[in-house]
């Protein structure tokens, strides 16, 4: 099982890079899962401007880096969609990578992490739509990290004891998330193959 997380910021000193490997370690516990980070600065997508709709384009020819970030998502069986809020709303770059979709997130499982002052749930909100559009399936469990980031989760993705330790806190919010996308994606795969 195949279990993919974006990150939704490539800003020189972004805070989502040790929040998602935070979500990384967490799921990795799991060692049924095979666990990837797909970091969005690896992938050279210039603004999206194909003139039809990739869901609408039979004939459409992939090239480069919008290839390659598309067969990388192929690969995956479920995802955590990593999002900072930017006024209110998703990254511009995660909404531009997500516009060259397909059907490669078709009947799959996807969760929404987002991180902010109000635990980015506006910028989630709106993500969550956009993935639906994308013919993900969103769980229902999804994370929203209103803690200061810097206090909370180290460079290697270590949370903090006492965020660990809390009850209802941040870490059980993680494991239920990847429980939710783990059971999801195993009945998703059993139907899509049928
Ligand atoms: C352009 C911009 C707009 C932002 N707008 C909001 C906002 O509307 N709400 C919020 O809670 N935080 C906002 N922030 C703060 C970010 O959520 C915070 O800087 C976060 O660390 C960004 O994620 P990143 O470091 O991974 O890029 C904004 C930051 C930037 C750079």
């Known amino acids: 099982m195949n279990l993919q997380i974006i990150i939704g910021s490539t800003r020189e000193g972004r805070r989502s890079l040790q929040f998602s490997k935070w979500i990384e370690k967490t799921a990795k516990e799991n060692k049924n899962l095979n666990v990837e980070l797909v970091d969005l600065i690896d992938y050279d997508l210039p603004m999206f401007n194909e003139a039809i709709s990739p869901r609408y384009n039979p004939t459409r020819v992939l090239t480069g880096d919008v290839k390659k970030f598309l067969n990388k998502l192929n690969e995956g069986d479920a995802y955590v969609f990593v999002t900072p809020e930017y006024n209110h709303s998703l990254s511009g770059v995660l909404k531009n990578a997500l516009d060259y979709i397909a059907n490669e997130l078709n009947k799959k499982p996807a969760a929404v992490a987002s991180h902010g002052s109000v635990g ?36 290697e993705g270590n949370l903090v004891k006492e965020l660990k330790e809390l009850a209802y806190g941040p870490h059980t919010t993680v494991n239920t998330m990847v429980e939710e996308l783990v059971w999801y994606a195993e009945a998703l795969k059993i139907a899509r193959e049928k």
């Open 120 to 155: 980015g749930a506006r910028a989630a909100e709106h993500l969550k739509m956009i993935l639906s559009e994308c013919r993900a399936v969103i769980v229902p469990i999804n994370l929203h990290f209103n803690h200061f980031i810097d206090g909370s989760i180290d460079e």
